[in-house]
């Protein structure tokens, strides 16, 4: 089956990738910069269920926190994501396994 990649729109936790792909942390507040005065601009409201979609896409964000405070959020694989902030596929997970050699185990018999 070949991969194909979606165009069109780009949804709200592709935008929030794209503010990451730096592979810096970044602070919440400078989320809401980014989208301050957009219409995407309540992006805060639903972050971390948008930081949950970027884990669904295939992202690993880590997040920092300060006690029970977020204070920072990381993408550690923004190599794995494209300018617009879409998961172009690993590699390594398209690779097909090699044949195995079915091996045939023969159990002793035992005499009691």
Do not use: C, W
Not at 22 to 27: A, D, E, H, M, T
Not at 38 to 45: C, F, R, S
Not at 79 to 99: H, I
């Amino acid at each position: 089956m070949a991969l194909t990649v979606r165009k069109g729109k780009i949804n709200r936790h592709e935008k929030i990738t794209q503010v990451l792909l730096s592979g810096k942390p970044v602070s919440p507040q400078e989320i809401a910069d980014v989208f301050k005065g957009t219409n995407q601009e309540a992006v805060l409201y639903r972050l971390s269920t948008n930081i949950y979609n970027i884990r669904k896409d295939g992202g690993i964000v880590k997040v920092i926190k300060q006690g029970r405070k977020v204070t920072g959020y990381q993408l550690v694989n923004n190599d794995q994501f494209d300018a617009n902030g879409r998961f172009k596929s690993n590699q390594q997970l398209q690779t097909k396994a090699s044949p195995v050699k079915p091996v045939v185990v023969q159990q002793p018999t035992v005499t009691a």
